[in-house]
């Protein structure tokens, strides 16, 4: 089991995709171009476009492969462009427009998981593990997720061999890049440990990631949870915008410049540009007309 926090955690930012599902208002794609240049100046380590959905249901997402085609005809040295496939279909348009972290989930609940996916869990399980190993044969780098691990708006708790199982079935297929996702916000630090521990014990050098929604104000504690105990990789969203449009009660991410700037008042990732963040943030917060969730841009950042 890992019991010590990684050197250089890695920064996956989620808000063009999650950030953004939630929302009424169509960003522009020239508007998401021009914040996905900030966060690649900005030095974060994965950038995800979006998810490859039915644009009818979702119209936010509806240029993610337009997206993609133009982020990669122009360098983006040290940034891993990733999105969100849920079917066959998905993978094969995140192929086809050159997806590089090609990430997807199964839910624990299986109430989630239908109105997410249309699927119950054992089905979308089998589904996404044949896809996974779909897009590591094209070469692609993948990751795996567990949503609603830590509990769900319409189920309430969520037993941990529910979880486990379906993290015994990635390993068993070969997937050992695995995240677990607080979907409904439901987390609390003790349990972060419990879970991410029990992973551990099942795959000692698993490439742990996690997930974690701000619902009922622990968002941060758990990431901590978590980077205390060797989990590699966190997904955050600008401003901490976002939130499951198909859970009981969506709320925000873990905002990415609160969670950068925590890291570099204890000496981590000083490399990340932590000022183009704020920037960032506050100009999403301008474009919505609304204070986001997010701190630090609000109280700006210490530099001591």
Known sequence: ???KPVEKPVIHEVGLRDGLQAEKQVIPTATKLAWCEQLIAAQVDVLQIGSFVNPDKMPQMADTDELFRRLNSVPH???TLSGLVLNEKGLERALACGVELVCMGVSASDTHSQKNTGMSTAEAQRRIIAIAQAAVKAGKQ???SVQSAFGCGFEGKIPDERVLGIVR???DAGLVNISLAD???HAHPT???RLFGELFK???DAKCACHFHDTYGLGMANMYAALALGVRS????FGGLGGCPFTKLAAGNVATEDFVHGLQRVGMRGDIQLSVLLGLAREVGTTFGRDLPGRVHKAGALTY
């Open 1 to 3: 089991m890992s019991l």
């Open 183 to 185: 979907t409904a916000g």
């Open 191 to 193: 349990q972060v440990t």
């Open 169 to 171: 079935a990635y390993l």
């Open 202 to 204: 099942l795959q000692p």
């Open 77 to 79: 040295p040290g940034v």
């Open 142 to 144: 993948v990751q795996v």
């Open 234 to 237: 966190f997904e955050t969203s």
